[in-house]
Structure formats: C-alpha cells, structure tokens
C-alpha cells in the first residue's frame, strides 16, 4: 500500500547502466524544451548532452571498459589510440 503523501507521484527507480541514464538524462530535458522548431534543434540539444557526458566519462576514473583495454579488441592494425596525458 501506498503511503497517502506519496500517492499521486512517481516512483523513480536509479538505474546503474551508464547508457540508461544518459538516455533518461535527454528525455527529461527534451521534456523541459517540449516542443522543438526543427530538427536541427534536437540535434544540437543530444548533441551537446552526450559531449557533456563524453567529457565526464573522459575524466572519471573508474571506467567500465578504459581505452587501453578496448585497444585489443580491435582487428585493424591502422587504428590507434590517441595519447591520453596522465
């Protein structure tokens, strides 16, 4: 049962997938916007949300999956890295 102050309201359930979030992240502010004039209006809100979450991946620490353990996986002996600075 339901307490009755929460009745009426949401239940926000935190996701831990890291795509999920960004996903929810742009559906939430799409929602404020509501309404775009054009198409290119969206691209530049998605866009500038997953540099913002590009740049906070970059530097966060613990990540699922570092560039230096992506590198193997790759079959194409042309693609290299870029040099991260410590």
């Known amino acids: ?5 929460r009745a009426g309201t949401a239940i926000f359930i935190p996701v831990t997938n890291p ?4 996903n929810g992240e742009i559906k939430r502010r799409s929602e404020v916007v509501g309404i775009f004039p054009n198409e290119a209006a ?15 991946w970059a ?9 230096e353990t992506i590198a193997p996986l790759s ?11 410590a």
């Open 1 to 5: 049962m339901i307490p009755a102050e």
């Open 75 to 85: 079959d194409d002996p042309f693609v290299s890295l870029p040099t991260v600075a």
């Open 42 to 56: 969206v691209s530049r809100l998605i866009g500038a949300l997953l540099l913002e979450q590009n740049d906070e």
């Open 19 to 22: 795509l999920e979030r960004v």
């Open 59 to 67: 530097v966060q620490r613990a990540r699922y999956m570092s560039l």
